[in-house]
């Protein structure tokens, strides 16, 4: 009975040095894209530069794309240090495509977005952590509807229906409020068996866990912002 004790506690500490990296990696990926984002702001040269051109926000995007494609499909053939560096590449281009938002929505509905995603995000990660339900099925059936507002996303881009757009980021606000949960359970989970004595196996379940947790945070703030934001 005392040698199951002192596993489980040996779990948890393991399983919290390895949250405590996740989330620190998912800060350093929100701080680039921040950076990046007021780089291009202030910078009316690049910014002409890249938004005068509409082929140059495609490349963006695409780039983002595979990148994340990239990252979370070949991984663990990757060395920490170049999963870190497309983790890291990928949230400076992040920031770049987000530098638009400034042109179009008002500062302050972008600081009100920001704290309201911040704040329930915040509540479902200590949510995940905490609660001894399985959300398994729940992050099954998320992740079905995750797809589901994708199609209907491109589907509205040719529409153009304000009422589709509306219902959408309503969707997607449950949607990855929901994931938040799910993803920090799933990786608090991962994190309990995390080989501490494998630096390079840890490093790399950290980027990937950060890379989720940031994607999370990051497409629950552009639906927040969706709904909450007024334009300029």
């Not at 004790?5 to 990926?29: L, P």
């Not at 770049?96 to 977005?113: C, D, E, M, N």
């Not at 059936?141 to 507002?149: A, D, P, S, V």
């Not at 359970?185 to 866990?209: H, N, S, Y």
Request: with cysteine; hydrophobic share 55%; net charge neutral.
């Amino acid at each position: 009975m005392e040698s199951t004790r002192t596993v489980s506690r040996a779990g948890t500490s393991v399983a919290s040095i390895f949250m405590r990296q996740v989330y620190w990696w998912m800060t350093v990926g929100l701080g680039v894209t921040a950076f990046s984002a007021y780089y291009v702001l202030n910078s009316p040269q690049l910014l002409q530069t890249i938004f005068s051109n509409s082929y140059i926000p495609i490349i963006l995007i695409v780039a983002q794309l595979g990148l994340v494609i990239g990252l979370s499909a070949a991984i663990q053939k990757m060395s920490a240090m170049m999963a870190t560096a497309l983790f890291v590449l990928y949230s400076a281009l992040t920031g770049i495509t987000f530098s638009s938002i400034f042109l179009v929505y008002t500062a302050s509905s972008i600081t009100s977005a920001f704290a309201v995603t911040a704040g329930t995000f915040l509540a479902m990660s200590i949510y995940g952590t905490v609660t001894k339900r399985d959300l398994t099925g729940m992050g099954s059936f998320l992740l079905m509807g995750l797809f589901g507002i994708i199609i209907a996303m491109i589907v509205n881009i040719f529409l153009q229906n304000s009422m589709m757009e509306f219902v959408i980021c309503c969707l997607g606000v449950v949607i990855f409020t929901g994931l938040t949960a799910y993803d920090t359970q799933k990786l608090r989970q991962f994190g309990e068996e995390a080989p501490l004595d494998d630096a390079t196996a840890v490093r790399r379940g950290v980027i990937l866990g950060a890379l989720t947790l940031y994607l999370d945070f990051i497409n629950l703030f552009l639906m927040m912002l969706r709904l909450l934001g007024n334009r300029d």
